[in-house]
């Protein structure tokens, strides 16, 4: 356990800030929410010197957690709360493949220009100026993964991860419920509890995440004036990047465009796992080693691109 504090940084449309909340729920773990807006700038974590651009984030206490993949490992490793399977990586794959098909299945009316610009960087389907004509296979696609998790994962047990529920229900169905909750697939023909009744009354038997949120000024003061939470684990120098410890450095994700939002630091951590960035601040933020780009911030630094770890 750890005594320092716990917030979230993400806002309730988000869905992999759904995710996150999720697992908290699921570990029995309070927490806080700094509520976030929806598009650019994000005042609070640029307060914070934060230039990471991905929702969720989340903090325990100056150790902040980027990537949703990390912060659950994180959360796992620190905690060991949620049953596991031997299946979880599969279907986590599955869950990502559940919301590429969400994306294609939005509401126009809900693509303002202002959110399509903000996101166009990190999902450019959305900018396609044939987008309502993506729906209709989109919804087809959702009804055939559906299908699969109605007649074959969803058994006789009450969860997909056994009697209790697990890190598989969080992988496989948070874009599940994003999808029939915030997006309205729930309201669409063939996606209701008569055409699904084990998805939707599993969903419903999910935990509720326990939190309060905290205003802009008392989580920073509240971060700022706590303590590391995570043990040091150093640079190893024999990496491929081949930085060296206190280099300044910029991670940004590899899925996206190169430069449009790198976060910068001090080289503080470096592992198979992970790398750590230390901030002016004093705060430290964790990114996982896969799908990410880590480079000298000098001109000229060479990029490092890798998803083995």
């Known amino acids: 356990m750890t005594n320092q504090p716990i917030v ?12 996150i909340r999720s697992v908290l729920a699921g570990s029995n773990i309070s927490f806080q929410r700094s509520d976030q807006p929806v598009v650019l700038p994000r005042p609070i974590l640029e307060k914070l010197d934060i230039t990471y651009r991905r929702i969720p984030v989340l903090a325990i206490g100056k150790d902040v957690y980027a ?3 990390l912060i659950i490992d994180e959360i796992q490793t620190r905690f060991n709360t949620l049953p596991t399977t031997p299946a979880d990586k599969a279907y986590e794959q599955f869950g990502i493949e559940i919301f590429t098909s969400a994306l294609n299945i939005i509401p126009v009316a809900a693509l303002t ?3 399509v610009k903000d996101r166009e960087t990190i999902f450019p389907s959305l900018k396609n100026p044939d987008y309502a004509s993506l729906r209709p296979s989109g919804l087809a696609e959702m009804r055939q993964k559906f299908n699969i998790i109605e007649n074959e994962f969803l058994g006789n047990s009450s969860f997909v991860a056994g009697d209790k529920f697990g890190l598989a229900d969080v992988h496989l169905g948070w874009a599940v419920g994003w999808s029939l909750e915030k997006i309205g697939l729930s309201q669409e023909p063939g996606f209701s509890r008569q055409d699904y009744p084990k998805i939707h009354k599993w969903l419903s038997s999910w935990p509720s995440p326990d939190f309060k949120d905290i205003g802009e000024e008392d989580v920073k003061e509240l971060l700022l004036n706590s303590g590391f939470s995570a043990k040091d684990i150093g640079v190893d120098e024999k990496d491929y990047l081949g930085i060296k410890q206190g280099t300044e450095v910029t991670v940004e994700n590899s899925d996206t465009k190169a430069g449009a939002h790198p976060q910068k630091g001090k080289l503080v951590g470096l592992d198979q796992r992970e790398t750590v960035v230390e901030l002016k601040n004093g705060l430290r933020v964790h990114f996982p080693r ?6 000298e911030a000098k001109a000229g630094g060479l990029a490092s691109r890798f998803g083995l770890g």
């Open 8 to 19: 979230t940084f993400d806002y309730e449309f988000s869905p992999y800030g759904q995710k």
């Open 67 to 69: 990537d949703s993949s």
């Open 113 to 115: 220009p202002e959110f």
């Open 290 to 295: 896969v799908r990410y780009v880590v480079k």
